[in-house]
């Protein structure tokens, strides 16, 4: 347990992506007794204590006796997961990680999440504050998956241990491969009509930084993490070299789902409101902390650039160059949505 005031922190996920990059941040700042990297397989984190364990499995209480602080971040986010797969190991490691962390005896747990809570909408004010409304819809997709999770982390199932939430905003760096990341390697970039695109990013730097203060107990309760501000479309079109490609809202998102139906695209049509719509949020409560994101907006938007370079994404699903050339695609549905609006443009002619 804690040494003096220092704390012994545990982190999930701790062999690879942003568990791995939580771990080595942790060793380095030494503000903490000790750090325990947990994962299914041991990591390269030279200083941390690995303990290999299933967090799925309500063995792990076992392994949490000496923690003082458990920081979950092992979430799947890919759009390459079958979402039932992807729900029941989202929901179950939150579930097994809150229930052992409390029985073990642990005080604290920080649960990764995501601002994509929120909802995308277009009349979101911006920005949106730490305490706004979560109105993502519960369904399939990965939105749906944080919304379980963060029923799970309000609960009261387990007055002894405070969960602090934090939800990043739009994550790009190192490995971080998404439905907003696709979008940007899609020929060109999906807008919707009438709607002015409001960009904001969150790079795994920062969201480690961020994460950190939350193990330390500097910061509590529900934490947006992001860069300051946002960048218009037009911005976003400049310094990705992409031009847009505007469709009717209700156009996109109808033929969207019919496609997701059909099982033509890997995910729901709410997917595409994050990549349309805005949902900035306001980094309050780790501005008055003192916290500042090293990446603002456009180096975020570069690093996620340099990460994709040479990838192509249509439909959401990765292909060759000379077939994303081929499309006159817009983000992850946009090739099939245009080829839809064309033909019932075509059909329409035909009538009159």
Not at 275 to 286: F, G
Request: glycine fraction near 10%; charged fraction near 25%.
């Amino acid at each position: 347990m804690s040494t003096g005031d220092r704390r012994t922190v545990a982190v999930t996920g701790a062999a690879s992506g942003i568990g791995q990059a939580l771990t080595e941040r942790l060793v380095a700042s030494e503000r903490f007794a000790r750090v325990i990297a947990l994962d299914g397989t041991r990591g390269e984190v030279p200083g941390a204590v690995w303990r290999v364990v299933d967090i799925r499995d309500p063995a792990l209480a076992r392994r949490l006796s000496d923690v003082d602080v458990l920081v979950h971040v092992d979430v799947d986010r890919s759009p390459e997961s079958d979402p039932k797969e992807r729900r029941t190991y989202n929901v179950r490691g939150a579930q097994t990680v809150i229930a052992c962390a409390a029985g073990a005896g642990v005080k604290d747990a920080v649960l990764l999440s995501s601002a994509a809570v929120y909802g995308a909408a277009a009349d979101n004010p911006v920005p949106l504050p730490e305490n706004a409304p979560l109105k993502a819809e519960p369904d399939t997709s990965v939105a749906g998956d944080f919304l379980e999770i963060e029923e799970l982390a309000g609960g009261r199932l387990h007055p002894g241990l405070r969960v602090t939430v934090v939800r990043p905003a739009a994550l790009v760096g190192p490995g971080v491969d998404t439905v907003v990341t696709r979008h940007f390697e899609a020929p060109r970039l999906l807008r919707a009509k009438g709607v002015e695109p409001r960009w904001q990013f969150c790079h795994v730097d920062d969201l480690v930084a961020a994460l950190e203060l939350a193990a330390l107990g500097e910061v509590s309760g529900a934490i947006a993490v992001g860069s300051e501000g946002f960048l218009t479309g037009e911005e976003v079109e400049r310094i990705t070299g992409k031009a847009g490609f505007e469709l009717p809202a209700s156009l996109t998102f109808g033929t969207a789902q019919r496609l997701h139906r059909l099982g033509l695209t890997p995910a729901p049509a709410t997917d595409l409101h994050y990549v349309v719509y805005p949902w900035v949020v306001d980094c309050a409560k780790l501005r008055a902390s003192g916290w500042k994101p090293r990446h603002d907006n456009e180096m975020a938007l570069q690093a996620l650039l340099a990460e994709t370079a040479g990838r192509h994404a249509v439909v959401g699903r990765r292909v060759g160059g000379k077939e994303a050339t081929m499309a006159t695609a817009a983000g992850a549905t946009v090739a099939v949505i245009g080829a839809a609006a064309a033909v019932r443009r075509a059909r329409r002619r035909r009538r009159l």
